[in-house]
C-alpha cells in the first residue's frame, strides 16, 4: 500500500507556472506506474502524464510542451511542473501510482486532488 499527499494547488493568472507535488509513503518500491490526472466539473478523471517503469513520460497533447513530469526517488516525491497555464486547465489534479500486486496485475491508489483554477 502506499499513501499518496499532494500539494501546490492554487490560483493564477494565465500564463503563469505552478508546480504540484506529490508526496508518497508506503511501498514505494513496488511503483510500476506514476502520473497526474485531472477532472474538470462533471467529467471523469483523464491522463496528463504518466511514467510506467522506465519508458517515456507520455503527456496529453493539450500539455505537451508546458508541463513536465519528474518523480524524486530520494524524497519519493512526483511533480508536475506546469507552465504557460490556460483557462481551460482550471481542474482538480490528482495524483496516481499504480503498485505491482505481485500477482501480474496493477492496483491503483490516489491522492485527494488539489484545486488548479487558471484566471483569464
Known amino acids: 500500500q502506499v499513501q499518496l499527499a499532494e500539494s501546490g494547488g492554487a490560483t493564477v493568472e494565465a500564463g503563469g507556472s505552478l508546480r504540484l507535488s506529490c508526496a508518497v509513503s508506503?511501498?514505494?518500491?513496488?511503483?510500476?506506474?506514476f502520473g497526474w490526472y485531472r477532472r474538470f466539473p462533471g467529467e471523469r478523471r483523464v491522463q496528463v502524464a504518466g511514467q510506467r517503469g522506465g519508458g517515456p513520460v507520455n503527456y496529453a497533447d493539450p500539455v505537451k510542451g508546458r508541463f513536465t513530469l519528474s518523480r524524486d526517488i530520494v524524497t519519493n516525491t512526483i511533480y508536475l511542473q506546469m507552465n504557460s497555464l490556460k483557462p481551460e486547465d482550471t481542474a482538480v489534479y490528482y495524483c496516481n501510482v499504480d503498485l505491482a500486486t505481485g500477482v501480474g496485475s496493477l492496483r491503483p491508489f490516489w491522492g485527494q486532488g488539489t484545486q488548479v483554477n487558471v484566471s483569464a
Open positions: 508506503g511501498d514505494t518500491d513496488s511503483i510500476e506506474f
